[in-house]
């Protein structure tokens, strides 16, 4: 997938496709996994769940 360059993500790596289109979800062959959802909401709530663990993390006093 580097087009004959140096891997640029580790072997055991699974590339996520994630689309509002099922057009480009068919077409991108290279993912492991699939999503066909709004790329900006998969996004926010992503970062939501980022942040409650930091949160609870925090409150727990674990690092």
Same mark, same amino acid.
């Given at each position: 997938?580097?087009?004959?360059?140096?891997? /640029?993500?580790?072997? @055991?790596?699974?590339?996520?496709?994630?689309?509002?289109?099922?057009? +480009?979800?068919?077409?991108? =062959?290279? !993912?492991?996994?699939?999503? /066909?959802?709004?790329? @900006?909401?998969?996004?926010?709530?992503?970062?939501?769940?980022?942040? +409650?663990?930091?949160?609870? =993390?925090? !409150?727990?006093?674990?690092?």
């Amino acid at each position: 997938m580097n087009f004959g360059n140096p891997p /640029l993500f580790p072997r @055991g790596t699974e590339l996520v496709c994630i689309n509002g289109s099922h057009e +480009e979800v068919d077409l991108n =062959r290279a !993912a492991d996994m699939t999503l /066909l959802c709004d790329p @900006g909401a998969f996004f926010d709530a992503l970062v939501s769940l980022d942040d +409650e663990a930091l949160a609870e =993390r925090t !409150a727990t006093g674990s690092s």
